[in-house]
């Protein structure tokens, strides 16, 4: 595979770091330290649970990555949508601190883009302002360059710094912390064992076996594990790079954890309209313009695509939405029925090959430029497929971690059973399990780990259409397998 590659153009190197001119920004953000030695990460944890730590409110114009200029134009674009305005209101929506802010407001002034309509006492923040003509013709003309309105934006550097202090590698992970997070799990002896490396290295994981017997629960435990062992994370509203705005953060697959704090500190959540006066002032410490999480973890299956892993461009809004995988950076991200997807496997290998090798992704913008963005998260293929039709030599050996899960045998199938039933409030039959290893796993069937929910699901959908209570009996244990394991 690595003689056909098509690496991401003719400027980048596979063994090493961009070479191209355009791309000298990037060497130097990008310099990951070595894997070997957690020193290298300043603020990576090594203890379970360690607080998130989090990026600095701005407290100069210089400290938020943005130029007197487009900040002003964020102003323009606040006072166009909102009307007339209060400064406190306009640094809340920014979630600025208003001394910054209020250095694109004198300078929108004293260009005659704005006025002031009222004022108290208590200072300029307090002031309201809104739009004169000129400053609604700029505000227009802010809107067709882009539309984005949201919080400002984070700088590039800023965000790259972010990633390295809260990457998945080098955090701590021991037998113990990830059997208590998978103790609802029942895998085959040696299984955590062979998780627990993986997390450690936060690289990658190959996971392959027959379908039903638990590759998508592995993904769901490492969610749990970094859920609480992993601590939180920081995600930007938005980054500011190549003169244009990427969405990052993303209420539905991101998981905040500072709405209560926020709200008693004053600070509205984003939805709510309740603003305080002193929200944004230079006192908070906290860079409001990035939201605090749980790691995340996202999964995605056959529906994946090419285009699902590039910058998703807005027409209207004329600006970004990151891609999946880059909202998944300090968590996990699964592709899962890995050979099942529109796009044929060999397509997305040579995708993920600079990614996996680099640690870093080019995505392409819309000027024909690319962007380069972290690719930090524990990134896990699993299929049901043979490996050997999907995946080459040159591919495997950038996935460090491969893990074959097989079907369970009969003392794990009747564990499994055990807790399906439990979970279900249904007493469990031991004739129960007999019955179906001795009329139906035979032959070339072999059981599944799935199997027991799916067919506690039949049973409980039978008893509840004949109006009885739910139990194992025979008939119904028969009458649910004959259904369940029909031949087509």
């Not at 001119?21 to 990576?44: C, I, K, R, T």
């Not at 306009?90 to 208003?98: E, G, K, S």
């Not at 027409?315 to 300090?330: T, V």
Request: with cysteine.
């Amino acid at each position: 595979m690595v003689d056909t590659l098509s690496p991401v153009d003719s400027t980048t190197q596979l063994s090493g770091r961009p070479a191209a001119q355009m791309f000298d920004l990037y060497a130097n953000l990008f310099a990951w330290p070595s894997e070997e030695s957690s020193e290298s990460f300043p603020g990576v944890r090594t203890s379970p649970a360690t607080p998130a730590i989090a990026p600095r409110a701005p407290i100069t114009l210089q400290d938020t990555g943005l130029h007197l200029g487009q900040l002003s134009d964020h102003v323009l674009k606040q006072l166009y949508l909102h009307g007339m305005i209060t400064g406190d209101e306009i640094a809340l929506n920014l979630r600025l601190p208003f001394s910054i802010v209020d250095e694109g407001l004198r300078l929108l002034k004293e260009q005659r883009s704005i006025e002031v309509n009222s004022g108290e006492l208590v200072g300029r923040a307090s002031y309201r302002f809104s739009l004169t003509d000129l400053g609604r013709t700029r505000a227009r003309e802010s809107f067709e360059q882009c539309r984005y309105a949201g919080p400002a934006p984070v700088s590039l550097e800023s965000y790259v710094a972010q990633c390295r202090r809260q990457t998945v590698m080098g955090m701590a992970c021991n037998p113990q912390t990830l059997k208590s997070a998978f103790e609802n799990f029942i895998f085959r002896p040696g299984m955590i064992d062979e998780i627990g490396p993986a997390i450690c290295t936060g690289r990658s994981l190959f996971v392959y076996g027959p379908p039903g017997n638990g590759k998508t629960m592995i993904a769901k435990g490492l969610g749990r594990f970094l859920n609480l062992y992993g601590g939180e994370i920081y995600v930007p509203y938005a980054i500011h790079a190549e003169n244009t705005v990427i969405s990052v953060f993303d209420p539905v697959v991101h998981q905040t954890t500072d709405d209560a704090e926020l709200v008693h500190r004053g600070i509205a959540s984003p939805g709510h309209s309740n603003m305080s006066s002193t929200l944004v002032n230079h006192h908070e410490p906290v860079d409001l313009r990035w939201r605090r999480i749980r790691r995340p973890v996202i999964i995605t299956g056959g529906e994946l695509t090419l285009e699902m892993l590039e910058l998703q461009y807005h027409e209207n809004g004329k600006f970004y939405n990151s891609p999946l995988h880059i909202k998944a950076n300090g968590g996990v991200f699964l592709i899962d029925d890995f050979g099942r997807q529109l796009v044929s496997p060999r397509e997305l290998l040579n995708r993920w090959i600079v990614p996996l090798e680099e640690r870093i992704d080019y995505l392409n913008l819309e000027n024909g430029r690319k962007l380069t963005l972290p690719f930090e998260q524990l990134i896990v293929f699993s299929t049901n497929l043979d490996p050997k039709e999907l995946v080459d030599d040159a591919f495997l050996r950038r996935i460090r971690h491969k893990m074959r899960i097989d079907p369970p045998d009969r003392e794990a199938y009747t564990q499994i059973f055990q807790m399906m039933c439990r979970q279900r409030g249904v007493a469990y039959s031991e004739a129960a399990v007999e019955q179906l290893f001795q009329r139906h796993y035979t032959g070339p069937r072999l059981p599944r780990s799935s199997d027991p929910r799916d067919l506690l699901e039949i049973i409980a959908a039978l008893c509840r259409f004949h109006e009885q209570p739910v139990e194992l009996s025979e008939s119904l244990v028969e009458t649910a397998a004959r259904q369940f394991f029909a031949q087509l």
